[in-house]
């Protein structure tokens, strides 16, 4: 890894440590780590803040890259950020599944003739 | 871009099958838009010829979506290319401006029928945000569509 590179990772990994270096955030993090999208109400379950002090630390959590806020509907749900290699490899295998699939139903369909 | 790049696992996805069918019976069943439309899962409006744009729909989810199809090789009982927009499913995003992925299905005599290679390539070229919300949409369909097709084959 270039200096270039590592100066870039660190800029990039900083604001990360910091948005974390919080009790409240970390735990809203954990509660997204279970991987489905959570509502503001359902994140706030529990918490002692109102809601709108829990979406500023959302807020704090999303400009780090680590959560990002997804429409379902009309409601506004929060997610967890995968990370980049992470997500390019789950890609990947979905990708191949459908590829699999097609593959199997065009087996399914030239070798019936044969038979 | 240099042209000693090398292409990383996360950029490709290769595939091989061999068919028990001659290489012509599977020519046609990638050449014919009605057969290809039947294993891809999509319905195509216009028949493939090499630079043609292809429109087609595919059903996902109870919802019709539309695609494209740009072709670009034919060599019969050899190689067909076209590229697309893979999961080009979230109908609120314009697509036209992404870069497409290379989809590469090339056929080979083998002494039980026909070896396909199929490669797909191109995927470092998408968004990641996008890779990443094409597996969130996509996870749970695709899943079931396994078990359709599992119960297809083996039923």
Redesign the interface.
Known sequence: MSRADLAAQARTGAPIFAALGDETRLRLVTKLASGEPWSIVRLTEGEVMSRQAITKHLSVLADAGLVRGVRRGRERLW?L??S??E??????E??????????????????V??E | MTTTKMET??DR?E?Q?V???APA??WR?LSDRR?FG????VELRDDFVPGATVLGTMTYQGKQLAFTFLIERMEPERALSFRWH??AIDQAVDYASEPTTLVELVLAPAPE?TL?T?T?SG??Q?P?VR??K???M??HG?AE??NN?AR??EG
């Open positions: 997610a950020e995968p980049p290699l997500a390019a490899r789950r890609y990947l979905l990708v191949s599944e459908r590829w699999d699939g097609a593959l199997a139903r065009l087996a399914a369909i030239v070798e003739d044969d | 696992t996360t996805i595939k099958r068919l028990r069918a019976r599977v069943a057969e039947s294993w891809f899962g893979p999961f029928g396909l199929v797909e995927f470092d998408i990641v890779r990443a094409a597996f969130e996509n996870s695709w569509q396994m097709i297809h084959v």
